[in-house]
């Protein structure tokens, strides 16, 4: 069984950074991509940003320039610095992790979530 468990976030003031963090553990074989998403009181959830295994990496337009997602392989853990918050940043946000683990030897691929940690941004 795969997990996912996050820290940071919290109450920043707008032009303020937050940074989150992310581990998986578990009975991991691999993971393809982890990443980023968020959801705001009465909207659908969103993404923020993916990074593959490989290091490529996707933004959402309007977090481009000021939100940077990074990655420790080796530590199954992803990033994301927020610089220059915004008060619509404000949301509850998710990480995601995509891969394969094993289950008696036998490889199955999982797509999991967090937990959410919220991120609010005073005006």
């Known amino acids: 069984q795969v997990q996912l468990v996050e820290s940071g976030g919290g109450l920043v003031q707008a032009e303020g950074s937050l940074a989150l963090s992310c581990a998986a553990s578990?009975?991991?074989?691999?993971?393809?991509?982890m990443g980023w998403y968020r959801q705001a009181p009465g909207k659908q959830r969103e993404l923020v940003a993916t990074?593959?295994?490989?290091?490529?990496?996707s933004y959402a337009d309007n977090v481009k320039g000021r939100f940077t997602i990074s990655d420790d392989n080796a530590k199954n853990t992803v990033n994301l610095q927020m610089n220059s918050l915004k008060p619509e940043d404000t949301a509850v946000y998710y990480c995601?992790?995509?891969?394969?683990?094993?289950?008696?030897?036998?490889?199955?691929?999982?797509?999991?979530w967090g937990q959410g940690t919220q991120v609010t941004v005073s005006s």
């Open positions: 990074i593959t295994s490989g290091g490529s990496t």
């Open positions: 578990g009975s991991i074989f691999s993971i393809a991509t």
């Open positions: 995601n992790a995509q891969g394969v683990t094993t289950r008696h030897l036998i490889p199955y691929n999982f797509n999991i």
